[in-house]
């Protein structure tokens, strides 16, 4: 895995530099963390801003090939001579940064890439010195490795954004009939030590909204259910009165308001202390009522407290339809935190039609986002799991799982136990 180096200090400079038969360019922004991050020098377009005198700076590519690589650092301003150090594991790298250097390419030094894979590669300055801006890494050898390199490319489409937040990553339940579909159960399980800051481990998707569970801090975490107006808009401040989506219910400790950047509508949530390695029961009911009217309604069960609690129940606006496109899905919403690896577990997922009949969903596909299917992050996969299945994403593993690939779980055969009639209002 990565690349196998030689454990030694080399001195590099700009009149070092090399030609290869074949470059390309690897942006900072879009592909590097910062380690500590509390004074940020880490740009969202432009790389590393001048004037870092400590932390790292850890640079992601992923390698289907082996073979030789030289590695250069694209430099901006240079305001003082600095001294930097490049290594992946025990290869180590010194660069001398000179006054001169500024808006050049400078040499750090040839890597052998024995074994495909994530390659992590840290930059930071000496003890004492500032550092430079450094706009981008050179990797320039043979085209057949480097043509085949896995990293965010460009910022078009905001990719240096979404390029950290990583992959999402999906999965699209089959459901085993064609009648109408009220009621919507899943589980959650978030394995222990995989509930990072910035995750949203989503149980309930469906056509018009979704309903799961977030990692919003360190001291915050919150079950979500939001609907999404038919007006479509980044801005809920643009959605005309008669498409708002209408709040009718709530929960005790429930706050409710509107969300956007990503569609808009309304949300609710529940800030509640949920615990790793703890199960938790997610149901949702969608049906059409009067004046063309959707009602939906989404509830928890918490297992410490060992009872059902009513979340949110909106209408949304010129909209008739029982529950669509059942869904879950994994997310990192924190660009800072998209370098960690996280994992959740979906399992015993059922349906329940209009005539009370429940149906067990053991059919999965996979599926993943834009960052994922351009090539631009290979850190996604999920499976079958038991009687479950499981999304991963995040923390750059090696192996993934190909898009559009289908699972089949494990049948339990034991409908939920709840009786829909004594859910709480």
């Known amino acids: 895995m990565g690349i196998l180096l030689i454990p030694q200090f080399f001195t590099s400079s700009y009149a070092q530099s090399q030609v290869a038969s074949h470059e390309i360019i690897l942006p900072i922004s879009g592909n590097t963390w910062q380690k500590p991050n509390e004074n940020n020098y880490l740009t969202d ?10 932390g790292s700076f850890y640079t992601y590519v992923r390698f289907k090939n082996i073979g030789s690589v030289n590695l250069s650092l694209m430099l901006g301003n240079v305001a003082q001579p600095a001294s930097l150090l490049v290594s992946h594991k025990e290869q180590r790298f010194k660069v001398s940064v000179l006054a001169e250097s500024s808006n050049k390419s400078v040499y750090v030094g040839k890597l052998e890439v024995r074994d495909t894979g994530y390659v992590k590669i840290e930059l930071k300055v000496s003890n004492g010195d500032i550092g430079p801006e450094v706009k981008s890494y050179k990797l320039a050898g043979e085209k057949s490795i480097l043509s085949s390199l896995n990293y965010v490319q460009n910022n078009d ?4 954004y979404w390029g950290r937040r990583g992959p999402s990553v999906h999965l699209a339940y089959e459901i085993p009939t064609q009648e109408n579909i009220e009621y919507y159960y899943n589980e959650i399980t978030v394995p222990t030590g995989e509930d990072v800051v910035g995750s949203y481990y989503m149980a309930n998707g469906f056509a018009e909204g979704y309903f799961g569970m977030q990692v ?41 308001g509107e969300f956007g950047n990503e569609g808009s509508g309304g949300q609710s949530f529940l800030r509640y202390d949920w615990k790793a390695g703890n199960t938790y029961k997610f149901l949702l009911r969608g049906r059409p009522v009067e004046k ?5 309604t989404a509830w928890f069960f918490a297992e410490e407290s060992g009872e059902w609690k009513l979340i949110a129940q ?60 351009v090539g631009y992050r290979m850190d996604y996969k999920g499976g079958a799991l038991g009687s479950g299945f499981y999304l991963q994403n995040c923390g750059f593993f090696e192996d993934y799982t190909p898009i559009g690939t289908s699972f089949k779980r494990k049948v339990k055969g034991v409908k939920p ?9």
């Not at 377009?45 to 400590?54: A, D, L, R, V």
């Not at 079950?223 to 809920?236: A, G, K, Q, R, Y």
């Open 45 to 54: 377009q432009n790389g590393i801003k001048s004037g870092f005198s400590s």
């Open 157 to 160: 489409g905001n990719f240096f």
């Open 216 to 256: 919003n801090s360190l001291t915050e975490r919150r079950v979500l259910f939001s609907v999404w107006s038919p007006f479509h808009t980044d801005n809920p401040n643009e959605i005309p009165d008669e498409e708002k989506i209408i709040l009718t219910k709530k929960g005790e400790g429930v706050n409710t």
């Open 292 to 296: 063309e009217y959707t009602e939906y």
């Open 314 to 373: 909106f209408l949304r606006p010129k909209t008739t339809t029982y529950l669509k496109r059942f869904h879950s899905f994994l997310e990192n919403f924190l660009p800072n935190q998209g370098d960690v690896q996280r994992k959740v577990l979906f399992k015993d997922q059922w349906v329940r039609d209009v005539n009370g009949n429940w149906y067990e969903c053991a059919k999965a596909k996979f599926t993943a986002d834009a960052t994922a299917s």
């Open 417 to 425: 136990s709840l009786d829909v009639s004594k859910l709480p209002m």
